[in-house]
């Protein structure tokens, strides 16, 4: 269905939404009289792209660290090329899959080129899968689940896909920018996703416990597959993976794994130092108070928090806290069907 674009009657898969009047929405998904989400997307000229695609059009100078003027005018020309193939992938609960998760399947989860979600019950109309784990199904342990997620998928999958995402059920993501952000990066490095080693997303640095940096699960993650592929020799390894360790760091741990094969974490923004992955919503990374006392500010201290128009980049690929099931089709709606 997500592939073809319609459903066995030749109707249009996920199914379109409803031409509605916009209710207006606070940045938490409840009745408000300010939309700060859609003065977020207005104002930051976040464009969504077509939901599914088969060619991206992409920027290869539009990186962290790239100085636009010192690129010859031929380089700077926007170039098109096929789309990588992404799988997203969702760890949820069994009391979710009527909410949230329907709520993504009707939404941005058909622009994924392969989606599941893992949860506590396998329900194959969703589709969701139940994986057993070592320890008790609570966050406490999510690294645990989060293990037998990367083991299933690269037993099954792995060379399905250039690129796997994995997140939780409160996270909205826009396909297309996912895809032409990939590709643009493996462009500029004259890379393979296959051969080397990614692991893109939102950046942070621990306050605590080696000071490592690693990409918050909360944003959404991204493995190329030849990180894929080195994460499954270590995953079982106790010294290098702390595999038996009980832990919600899932992210941390990850980013742990693949330091051991040098593979550290991705300078997502673009070249104006505009973040793509988002830990908050659209509402507050645009109204983020500045010199606030928090533990974000903390763990991005390296590089700083922007707000306003700085706050995120046009080609924004994901956001987190859409938990509310109307929040996941508002955010849709505003990008994909009242244009903003």
């Known amino acids: 269905l997500m592939l073809n674009g319609i459903d066995i009657n030749g109707n249009p898969f996920p199914p379109p939404l409803p031409e509605e009047l916009r209710q207006e929405m606070d940045e938490n998904g409840g009745n408000g009289s300010k939309d700060?989400?859609?003065?977020?997307?207005?104002?930051?000229?976040?464009?969504?792209?077509?939901?599914?695609?088969?060619?991206?059009?992409?920027?290869?100078?539009?990186?962290?660290?790239?100085?636009?003027?010192?690129?010859?005018?031929?380089?700077?020309?926007p170039i098109t090329v096929p789309a990588p193939k992404v799988m997203c992938l969702i760890y949820t609960m069994e009391a979710a899959h009527s909410?949230?998760?329907?709520?993504?399947?009707?939404?941005?989860?058909?622009?994924?080129?392969?989606?599941?979600?893992?949860?506590?019950?396998?329900?194959?109309?969703?589709?969701?899968?139940h994986l057993e784990h070592d320890g008790p199904e609570e966050y406490d342990?999510?690294?645990?689940?989060?293990?037998?997620?990367?083991?299933?998928?690269?037993?099954?999958?792995?060379?399905?896909?250039?690129?796997?995402?994995?997140?939780?059920?409160?996270?909205?993501?826009?396909?297309?920018?996912?895809?032409?952000?990939?590709?643009?990066l493996a462009y500029k490095d004259n890379a393979d996703p296959r051969t080397k080693g990614y692991h893109v997303g939102k950046r942070q640095k621990q306050v605590c416990c080696g000071r490592a940096y690693f990409n918050?699960?909360?944003?959404?993650?991204?493995?190329?597959?030849?990180?894929?592929?080195?994460?499954?020799?270590?995953?079982?390894?106790?010294?290098?993976?702390?595999?038996?360790?009980?832990?919600?760091?899932?992210?941390?741990?990850?980013?742990?794994c693949l330091q051991h094969f040098g593979i550290g974490v991705t300078d997502t923004r673009d070249h104006e130092e505009r973040e793509r992955f988002h830990f908050w919503q659209p509402g507050k990374e645009f109204h983020w108070e500045i010199g606030k006392v928090h533990w974000y500010t903390k763990f991005n201290r390296d590089w700083g928090v922007k707000n306003?128009?700085?706050?995120?980049?046009?080609?924004?690929?994901?956001?987190?806290?859409?938990?509310?099931?109307?929040?996941?089709?508002?955010?849709?709606?505003?990008?994909?069907?009242?244009?903003?």
């Not at 399947?105 to 969703?126: I, M, N, Q, V, Y």
Request: charged letters at 20%.
């Open 216 to 256: 918050t699960g909360g944003a959404g993650y991204v493995l190329s597959q030849a990180s894929l592929r080195k994460l499954l020799t270590v995953i079982d390894d106790d010294k290098i993976c702390k595999a038996k360790a009980r832990k919600s760091s899932e992210d941390v741990q990850v980013a742990l």
């Open 308 to 340: 306003g128009l700085d706050c995120c980049a046009p080609d924004t690929v994901s956001f987190h806290y859409a938990k509310q099931p109307a929040m996941v089709r508002h955010l849709h709606a505003l990008l994909h069907v009242c244009n903003g």
């Open 99 to 129: 909410t949230r998760i329907r709520a993504i399947r009707e939404t941005w989860g058909g622009g994924c080129d392969g989606f599941l979600a893992f949860s506590t019950k396998s329900d194959p109309r969703l589709p969701t899968i």
């Open 141 to 184: 342990n999510m690294w645990q689940k989060s293990r037998s997620i990367w083991k299933f998928v690269g037993a099954h999958y792995l060379y399905q896909f250039d690129w796997f995402m994995i997140g939780g059920d409160d996270l909205f993501v826009l396909p297309h920018n996912l895809r032409k952000y990939l590709a643009s």
């Open 36 to 77: 700060e989400n859609l003065q977020c997307f207005r104002e930051t000229m976040i464009d969504p792209g077509s939901l599914t695609s088969d060619t991206v059009t992409i920027t290869p100078w539009n990186h962290a660290g790239i100085a636009k003027g010192g690129i010859n005018e031929t380089d700077q020309l």
